[in-house]
């Protein structure tokens, strides 16, 4: 295991506290329990948003604490949900008085966590409305998942929310365009390359040399399927095609063209993945709306990307278009 | 060689194309001869920049093509230099009457492709000044290079000589501010893995399990010794110690603290430099006023990072708080 770490068991506290002195501008660290909010604190009349999973998909979820988007993330252990008690404290620290949403990727672990903060807070008096994202069309119930998994579409969900917080919606406005964004995006994966968890040290999963999963999933749980290596076109061909049948894309249609990186593939070959699918999505007569691109859900090391489709409405495009301030998302401010 | 990619021929092509696609707000390609400019076009009585060099670095330099820093950027083939040609056409293309700045980084073939452009433009009316950029100090004379190589600090210049020509200075006080932020900038990279030179389908070198490179080029050109792999915060002291030293870092400056990602290394670690970095600056008596974090100027699918630390002034520091809005850097607007 070739990493740039001191001892795997502080990978996560100490990325996360230099996460903190890089932009301490932006956010605060809570060292125990840990989690990462903005540094402006909460904001009375306004509804805090509250994500977090496992580490080593960063730059989600911390990466997205601050204006416009998340009012905090709590990061877990590697690959592993983070426990009720930070959930909780990050939630007390948002709450503005008119209630926390939590936004959830569905995993079994995040989901009983979060579920169990929210009736903490709700015994303390903070209402909390949760939404569970599962944008990742490659499988249904796999390893750590009843139902599908939450994957990259987590970012549009995020974006969406947040910018309707900061609007002034209440807690249920808010929740139902986190529902509503989620329900208007899928996304499908593939690896080249597994990651390998620090204190583990082993890959979560062994390709041979010309081997590559479809379908992966951002833990290195299993996809839909082992084929060789194949042209970046097919791949993307592979992924886009789950995607816009489970969407119902039909021509005329305005989307999110979101093509995400999974930790070790550069952006040579990210914008590679990008040119096809744009050009499937023009083929059926979509239209590209707005692109994203870059690493932002990544698992480790992992060579790999997914590809993200979102259907836009005038509302969503005008969410999505808001001003955000976050270590890395940042437009219009 | 497993990358997602089609024809190895085809790669920057390709790669280009879909960011063009993408960032079409931004940008327009050029296909023949192949560069990317500002979708705005020239700016009448503004300084234009155009910088380039061998794709493999990504986002650099392209993506930092937009307003407050380049006006266009020509990518040669992989870890190759672009031809006069193209960097001719781009000058020709952002040329808005009053001279264009060419910033280049330290490769013999980039300086003698980027001179030969320059004579050519001159010969056409186009006053052209150049900058170099060496901020490695790693090793001087190296595969490539005579005198040391231009690295991640290249991001540095192009903000500020960007922010300098947006504001209205003239070419020759764009080309100062250039060369005064390249000479308050030092950088020293690590490799734990070679990037694969698409067309070549071999890693550029090899590294057993255990080892690392200290002081790599970005194009895999050789550093100054490889050693047994290191926990990160000894391997940081390795590239600040050079760095701090040659700078002449004393208590009480003030400094932009940069970690760079070299393509194939997570977010999650490049904070793991980046907190002992800072540590290493605060023992010092140094401030850290600005920091930047990210896979900014990559070598393929290298694993490793580089740092850079650039000395600020009042005017570099404002310079780069100054708007940008490309597809790699965006604040302000």
Chains 1, 2 share one sequence.
Do not use: C
């Not at 490659?138 to 549009?156: E, P, Q």
């Not at 509503?180 to 890959?203: C, D, F, K, Q, Y």
């Amino acid at each position: 295991m070739k990493k740039l770490i001191n001892d795997p068991r502080d990978v996560v506290d100490e990325s996360v506290e230099g996460f903190g002195l890089a932009h301490a501008d932006l956010v605060t660290v809570s060292r125990d329990p840990l989690f990462v909010s903005r540094a402006s604190g909460a904001v009375s009349g306004r509804v805090g948003i509250v994500s977090g999973g496992g580490s080593g998909h960063e730059p989600l979820h911390a990466g997205f604490v601050g204006y416009g988007m998340l009012s905090a993330a709590v990061p877990g252990p590697v690959l592993t949900s983070p426990t009720p008690d930070p959930i909780l404290a990050a939630t007390k620290a948002v709450d503005g008085g008119v209630g926390v949403l939590h936004i959830v990727k569905n995993y079994t672990g995040d989901v009983l966590n979060f579920e169990t903060a929210a009736d903490l807070a709700d015994a303390d008096g903070i209402t909390v409305a949760s939404v569970i994202i599962d944008d990742d069309v490659a499988v249904k119930d796999s390893l750590y998942t009843a139902g599908r998994r939450g994957v990259a579409g987590t970012v549009v969900v995020e974006k969406a929310a947040g910018a309707a917080a900061e609007r002034g919606d209440d807690l249920e406005a808010v929740a139902e365009i986190a529902r509503r964004a989620n329900a208007a995006t899928r996304s499908m994966g593939v690896a080249l390359s597994a990651g390998i968890v620090p204190h583990v040290g082993e890959p979560g999963f062994t390709l041979s040399d010309d081997e590559i999963e479809i379908g992966i999933g951002i833990h290195g749980e299993p996809g839909r399927e082992r084929i060789p290596l194949e042209p970046a076109d097919k791949i993307v061909e592979r992924l886009m095609t789950p995607i816009l049948d489970d969407l119902e894309v039909a021509s005329g249609d305005r989307v999110l063209l979101f093509v995400n990186g999974m930790g070790g593939t550069p952006s040579l070959e990210q914008y590679i993945v990008y040119r096809h699918a744009a050009a499937i999505l023009a083929d059926r007569g979509v239209e590209v709306t707005r692109s994203l691109v870059g690493s932002l859900v990544t698992s480790l090391e992992m060579q790999g990307v997914s590809i993200t489709v979102t259907r836009l409405d005038d509302e969503l495009l005008a969410l999505w278009d808001a001003p955000v301030e976050t270590a890395a998302l940042r437009w219009g401010r």
